[in-house]
DNA sequence: CTGGATCCTACTCGATACTG
DNA sequence: CAGTATCGAGTAGGATCCAG
């Protein structure tokens, strides 16, 4: 991408980001099905594994598992075990991880004030192209 | 997920929230390879076809067609065809897809600050991980 | 409770060739 | 210039079983 046009004011486009586009590389880590509703639960505070399980509402263990050592190893999440029994892991955004919530609670928020918009217009979209065949 | 905790004051849970959540569902929609660059490049005003193509550096004309396809029938960007010879076609955000340019670009100036931390957090962990063997 | 290992399917995406 | 049709490779991710 050009990046050139669309950065703040003050920011400059390093080569490092011509050679490596950081748009491009920020959507391949959190462009999978889990990781953007797991920062965004993790907003609040720390959570435990399983209820983090619970609130994504449809996340196996293995991809929870999966989601979670990669936003570890990027440094956007702090894992914590608490040496008890039964075992005790929670994991907690990082600076970077709690400033990375800010667009992406925007986008939860722009998913809320415009699912029925979408919805009408995907259904008027089928319904059109469909009509006469 | 449980929506309750992270909507803004004064946005109430509806049924189809819980039915079919909306973030899970805008994820759906723009977590394709192309989506979020191509609505990122359209933030300034109209675009042809072959110039976001150019721009978006590396997307093929098979996929970039799916993915604005897809922006038109989710009522995100307008198609304008103007019968000229050669062929010239327009595409341009609608008020709903500039909506979405705001956290979009939220997330794009999240990526270009902390490229660097990143990757020197993942090349940490990679480094302390395979210490040892 | 947390999470690793393996197997397997479905889907995404890119390459290529063709069209108006 | 702006698409469409077809094909094949790669991979994300779910199911299942095992373990500390």
Not at 75 to 103: D, F, I, M, N, Q
Request: glycine share 8%; proline share 6%; aromatic share 4%.
């Amino acid at each position: 991408m050009d990046l050139a046009l669309l950065l703040p004011p003050g920011v400059t486009v390093t080569a490092a980001m011509k050679e490596r586009c950081p748009l491009r590389d920020t959507l391949d880590r959190i462009g999978d099905r889990w990781t953007v509703i797991v920062v965004v639960l993790l907003r609040n505070g720390p959570m435990r594994f399983t209820a983090l399980q619970r609130a994504a509402e449809g996340v196996s263990r293995r991809m929870l598992t999966h989601t979670l050592r990669n936003l570890e190893r990027d440094g956007l999440v702090t894992r914590t075990v608490h040496a008890s029994v039964p075992p005790k892991v929670e994991y907690e955004l990082t600076p970077a991880g709690h400033a990375l919530t800010e667009p992406l609670t925007g986008l939860l928020h722009w998913s809320v004030r415009h699912q029925e918009t979408v919805l009408a217009a995907r259904k008027a979209y089928d319904g059109g192209s469909a009509e006469g065949g």
